[in-house]
């Protein structure tokens, strides 16, 4: 009659540390596969073995720092409409379970970091080092936070392109920095809109936004996207490199995927949750996936040829 109680508690335990490690946010790390992909070298058994270790490092690495970062943002979360209903903010989940989890995930992600090479270990510290400082320090300063969050991304793509041995191109960077941008700047806006007067309390770095002045910056980010990314895909250095002069063909999803992101942002009051949003969303999840589908077929079958 103990037993089963027992057995219910350590399995609620154990659904409190997986819902704090945010799985669902796990889709941020398929970032590390653009190296696989546009370095050529998916149909190599060896390199998509080590692209998906490099995946599950970060996944791990990623899900222990979103619960450092949540017990640090407790009471913060508290007075949030959705985030405090966290486990670690309702207080359902002590905050020394969570830290002694995350500290073992760190240790373990990181060895397996080095079992992938140096430099794999090497990126992957300074994605720790970077969102830990953004967790006690940087979020709370204008502009930088976004672009620490942008820095995180970018540090995804490059793990995944040493991990399996490719240059790390410049404009695969640009696209990267520029499209996380976007989803910060639009997740700062969701939040200003969603509190309201709430909003300084919750993030003091709030303060300094605006609607209009997140709206400018958006702006600016989106032209740039799509800018960056259309000449990356139409260049003769683009074809020579990944073998296809057709890559100007996915051009289309790309703006659709903008478009219909600004449009749940502005009209759904959208962007709380990047995440969220590419599961929830029919339209922008079916973008992502014909964008990729087309991206492989004309890298890896004769269509591009």
């Known amino acids: 009659m103990i037993v089963e109680p027992r057995r219910e508690a350590r399995r609620s335990t154990l659904a409190l540390l997986a819902a704090s490690l945010r799985p669902e946010h796990w889709t941020k790390n398929l970032l590390l596969f653009a190296g696989l992909v546009f370095g050529g070298r998916l149909r190599e058994p060896d390199a998509v073995l080590a692209a998906l270790a490099a995946f599950v490092i970060f996944c791990a690495l990623s899900g222990a720092l979103y619960m450092v970062n949540d017990i640090s943002d407790r009471d913060a979360d508290r007075r949030h409409p959705l985030k405090q209903a966290r486990p670690i903010a309702s207080g359902a989940l002590p905050t020394a379970t969570a830290g002694w989890t995350a500290g073992a995930l760190v240790a373990g992600a990181t060895a397996g970091a080095w079992a992938l090479g140096p430099m794999v270990a090497a990126v992957a510290a300074a994605y720790a080092l970077l969102l830990l400082l953004y967790s006690t320090t940087l979020k709370h300063i204008v502009i930088v936070d976004v672009l620490v969050i942008a820095g995180g991304f970018v540090l995804r793509a490059v793990a995944g392109a040493i991990a399996v041995d490719v240059p790390i191109g410049s404009w695969l960077l640009a696209c990267t920095t520029l499209l996380a941008l976007f989803l910060a700047l639009s997740k700062r806006r969701h939040e200003l809109v969603l509190l309201g007067d709430g909003a300084v309390t919750h993030r003091p770095s709030l303060e300094d936004y605006s609607p209009y002045l997140l709206d400018q910056m958006i702006a600016v980010v989106t032209a740039s996207t ?80």
């Open 226 to 305: 799509v800018i960056a990314y259309t000449v990356f895909a139409t260049s003769t250095d683009t074809a020579e490199r990944l073998g296809t002069p057709r890559l100007g063909f996915t051009i289309p999803f790309v703006l659709y995927g903008i478009f219909r992101y600004l449009y749940l942002v502005h009209q759904k009051r959208g962007g709380g949750s990047p995440t969220a949003l590419l599961l929830t969303d029919r339209p922008l999840l079916a973008c992502v996936v014909l964008w990729g589908t087309t991206v492989v077929a004309l890298m890896y079958s004769p269509l591009g040829h």
